[in-house]
């Protein structure tokens, strides 16, 4: 799949019958015809795109930053990012998104702010950066659009991908690591770590909104997954960092050769 594929599936709303359970849908059920990672390392110019998502607590930032510095370590140029907030225009929009004490946001103008902060992060941040051979990990990316405005906000979804055919932001990862767990558990710890960290006011709107949000936010993500399983991969999120960090690994070793734990001496 080239980084500028245009396809979309269309599909409707409706949920794909592994998301009735409400469990975690692991990834390992998909089997893919797998590419040699060397022949594939061998003809490679661009640096590869890949995304994390999940809803609020899933851990997507500490993966990010785990899944750096094993690509570093190996010698491979990596650059964690993520949106909102990737590029200088957003960082100043960051704040007007995430933030609490701002006024009520409509979802059209929350759709179109997000999609400002996505052009310029890709010709800022992101295109930049793989045309120099360097791998992007991004924290949120076009998924999460769909998931939030449009599965929780109720926004029209081929309104969202419309927008998305338009270059840059036609620009499609080429792995989508998706964190899945339950909703109550994540909510939890990102309240947690937003006092923690003193960021409940500056960055802890989603964390405000009602149960049932963060459940259709979980439900889209599912469904999106459903849809495209050649990209994605879905985690349980429930384990210790450690265990889904090397299940993110292996999950990755097909892109990244040196993740490959039969390379590891």
Sequence with gaps: MSPHDDTFDSRARDLPPAVASGGPLESAMRVEPRVDPRLLAASRRWGLFVTFEGIEGSGK???????????????DPAL?????????????LRPLLLG???????????????????????????????????????????????????????LDLELIRTLHRTPPLDRRPDRTILLDLEPELGLDRARRRNDDLGLALA????????????????????????????????????????????????????LFPSLDSEDEP
């Design 61 to 75: 930032s500490t993966q990010i930053a785990r899944l750096a510095d094993r690509l570093l370590a190996a010698g």
């Design 80 to 92: 964690t990012t993520r949106e909102p907030g990737g590029s200088a225009l957003g960082r100043t």
């Design 100 to 154: 609490v004490g701002i006024a009520p946001i409509e979802p059209l103008a929350e759709l179109l702010l997000y999609v400002a902060d996505r052009v310029q992060h890709l010709r800022e941040v992101v295109e930049p950066a793989l045309a120099s051979g360097t791998h992007v990990l991004c924290d949120r990316y076009l998924d999460a659009t769909l998931a939030y405005q449009g599965y929780a906000r109720g």
């Design 203 to 254: 960055e802890g709107r989603y964390e405000r909104e009602a149960l049932d949000f963060h459940r259709r936010v979980r439900d889209g993500y599912l469904a999106l997954a459903e849809a495209e399983p050649f990209r994605f991969r879905i985690v349980a999120a429930e384990a210790s960092a450690e265990e889904i960090e090397a299940r993110v690994a292996d999950l990755l070793s097909d």
